[in-house]
């Protein structure tokens, strides 16, 4: 059975910085691609940012760019987002999910067949 467990979000000013991890097991972590997103209230659940089974390749969602980094430790089967110079308009609750269509596009959130419960982030002015 796959599990994913997201941790390290909370509530932070703005500017301030967070590492969210989340802890994987029940499937061959290295074999997969992992993906963050996001959902704020009332909106669709977004992407984030993307790493590819190996670490090599990443990609960031523009409103993140430049203030985010993924990334992941496939000995311990984890992935994380740090995310630093946060803005009010990042809170929404963060979820990791597991890309299992090798074919999907790495933005779509359909692409993805295994997803955590979420960890709240919330950014105050």
């Known amino acids: 059975q796959v599990q994913l467990v997201e941790s390290g979000g909370g509530l932070v000013q703005a500017g301030g910085s967070l590492r969210l991890s989340c802890a994987t097991s029940g499937h061959s972590f290295s074999s997969y691609d992992m993906g963050w997103f996001r959902q704020a209230p009332g909106k669709e659940r977004e992407f984030v940012a993307y790493?590819?089974?190996?670490?090599?390749?990443?990609y960031y969602a523009d409103s993140v760019k430049g203030r985010s980094s993924i990334s992941r430790d496939n000995a311990k089967s984890l992935v994380y987002l740090q995310m630093n110079s946060l803005k009010p308009e990042d809170t929404a609750v963060y979820y990791c999910?597991?890309?299992?269509?090798?074919?999907?596009?790495?933005?779509?959130?359909?692409?993805?067949?295994?997803w955590g419960q979420g960890t709240q982030v919330t950014v105050s002015s």
């Open positions: 790493i590819s089974w190996s670490g090599g390749i990443t």
């Open positions: 999910a597991v890309k299992t269509i090798s074919g999907s596009y790495y933005r779509d959130v359909a692409g993805y067949g295994y």
